[in-house]
């Protein structure tokens, strides 16, 4: 959990720093990404027969992408539980609950 609290803190930063055009950054402003967070059992297989992908499925990929969909351009949002394994592994890594919580379907 630490390390990828780790990459999406260096992710959102490298993003913010990137100008979407390079020859007019001030007209067309940064990149913007969000990311969601959260940890879990996941399965992954391959699908396809010819343009093989690899993918991931399963209730902590589903509670991320709600994650992500939920939180504001430029933001990381995790779930209480990710937030207390990255806690747990790296203490300098310190996640602030958003106040009020979160809205995620499907979950209580």
Same mark, same amino acid.
Not at 26 to 37: E, P, S, T, V, W
Not at 77 to 86: G, I, L, N, P, T
């Given at each position: 959990a630490a390390r990828l609290a780790r990459f999406a803190?260096?992710?959102?930063?490298?993003?913010?720093?990137?100008?979407?055009?390079?020859?007019g950054?001030?007209?067309?402003?940064?990149?913007?990404?969000? $990311?969601?967070?959260?940890c879990g059992a996941v399965?992954?297989?391959? &699908?396809?027969? *010819?343009g093989l992908k690899y993918t991931l499925a399963g209730d902590a990929v589903n509670v991320a992408a709600r994650m992500q969909s939920t939180c504001a351009a430029g933001r990381i949002?995790?779930?209480?539980?990710? $937030?207390?394994?990255?806690g747990d592994q790296a203490?300098?890594?310190? &996640?602030?609950? *958003?106040?009020?919580g979160a809205e995620v379907k499907g979950k209580g």
């Open positions: 803190i260096a992710a959102v930063r490298a993003a913010r720093e990137t100008p979407i055009d390079p020859a950054p001030l007209l067309a402003g940064h990149i913007q990404l969000r $990311a969601g967070l959260h399965s992954g297989f391959v &699908l396809g027969s *010819r949002q995790c779930s209480e539980e990710f $937030a207390r394994a990255a203490h300098d890594i310190i &996640l602030a609950c *958003r106040e009020g």
